[in-house]
């Protein structure tokens, strides 16, 4: 079963690969001969749906939200999910009615083919820089401003810990109480089973993934950046425990 993992996820990455260099003269297309923002948002639309829908099926994994109902797409929201594997953004962006801006870490743009779109589709920051981290908050407000929602992994980078959740940072969180933008929790809940953390593994199933209710923040202050912080990580380990 295990080497049927891995030759199924080597199959994966050299799909993804594939279909995303495919991609690329429609991306261009697009960017050359439709206007400004609508370009973009066309391109992200595209790869946040009908690319990752090719994508899952022809790896065989189903995603199943739970709780749509919960939210307006319509609204701009500051999107944090839990983080463990490669292929946690292709299904965070799948199964989101509409579409987001993601905040990348700038060293996925040297990842070759996949680097160049993540430059063009997504918001991008150098951790170890604060002019970078200020240039990307001024980023996403403006994003939340226009009324397009955006997706940040508020644990920073992929969970390499032994908790369900590592902690987070404060980032996401005093973004949105200062645009008064509700937050909205996203959480994968059995990753593994599909995509086991820290391998080259990836198998045909069902991955669930639990929307909360939005947590408005528009009467908050930054004093109370810790306790929203808490209170989001103790819903998505919540549903972590269950499993």
């Known amino acids: 079963m295990s080497i049927f993992r891995f030759i199924w996820a080597v199959y994966g990455m050299l799909l993804f690969l594939i279909m995303m260099l495919l991609s690329i003269p429609y991306i ?3 960017m050359a001969f439709v206007q400004g923002k609508q370009a973009l948002r066309r391109n992200i639309w595209y790869l946040h749906h009908p690319f990752s829908k090719i994508f899952f099926i ?6 199943k939200a739970h709780g749509l109902d919960r939210f307006d797409p319509k609204q701009s929201y500051v999107i944090v999910g839990n983080h463990n594997t490669s292929i946690d953004f292709v299904a965070d962006a799948f199964v989101f009615p509409g579409i987001f801006r993601f905040l990348a870490k700038e060293e996925l743009k040297k990842v070759p083919i996949f680097g160049w779109v993540v430059s063009k589709m997504c918001l991008t920051v150098d951790r170890k820089s604060a002019i970078s981290r200020a240039r990307s908050v001024v980023a996403l407000k403006k994003e939340v401003e226009e009324g397009v929602s955006v997706f940040i992994y508020p644990e920073g980078s992929r969970n390499k810990t032994n908790d369900p959740i590592a902690e987070f940072y404060d980032g996401a969180f005093k973004i949105a109480v200062q645009m008064g933008a509700p937050i909205l929790p996203m959480t ?12 080259i593994d990836l198998c045909p199933g ?7 209710t939005p947590i408005p923040t528009k009467d ?16 998505m380990l919540g549903h972590l425990q269950e499993q």
């Open 28 to 30: 261009l297309v697009n």
């Open 58 to 63: 022809l790896t065989g994994v189903r995603v």
């Open 188 to 199: 994968i809940v059995n990753i593994s089973s599909i995509c086991r953390p820290g391998k």
């Open 206 to 212: 069902t991955l669930h993934i639990v929307y909360d």
């Open 220 to 235: 908050l202050k930054n004093e109370d950046v810790p306790a929203l912080k808490e209170q989001v990580r103790n819903i």
